[in-house]
């Protein structure tokens, strides 16, 4: 019986770090959408199919789904400091 609640700890411990970044309340950005979005198109030229503020890899960033041609480009530009974060290229229809 012990083993069974000391292999449980280290879920309860995932789920409660979990629990504690989803409550966090997201900070004002230091730069706006219009202006990720402009960092973004200079980097990866065509129509953005989504545009969100997240928190993603222990950042708040402004993420960019840029349709070009059959891809989608996308670009993830850090909302505190303007630095491109994410450069990545994903097939047609996928879902991330």
């Not at 989803?22 to 129509?47: F, H, N, T």
């Not at 349709?67 to 994410?86: L, P």
Request: glycine share 6%; with cysteine.
């Amino acid at each position: 019986m012990k083993s069974r609640f000391i292999a449980i700890l280290p879920l309860f411990a995932l789920c409660a770090a979990l629990l504690a970044i989803a409550a966090q309340k997201a900070p004002k950005p230091k730069l706006s959408m219009d202006q990720a979005r402009a960092i973004a198109l200079k980097i990866a030229p065509g129509k953005i199919k989504d545009a969100e503020y997240e928190f993603e890899d222990g950042l708040w960033r402004y993420s960019f789904d840029i349709v070009q041609g059959k891809r989608i480009h996308e670009i993830g530009v850090d909302a505190m400091t303007g630095k491109v974060v994410e450069d990545a290229f994903e097939a047609a229809g996928t879902k991330d």
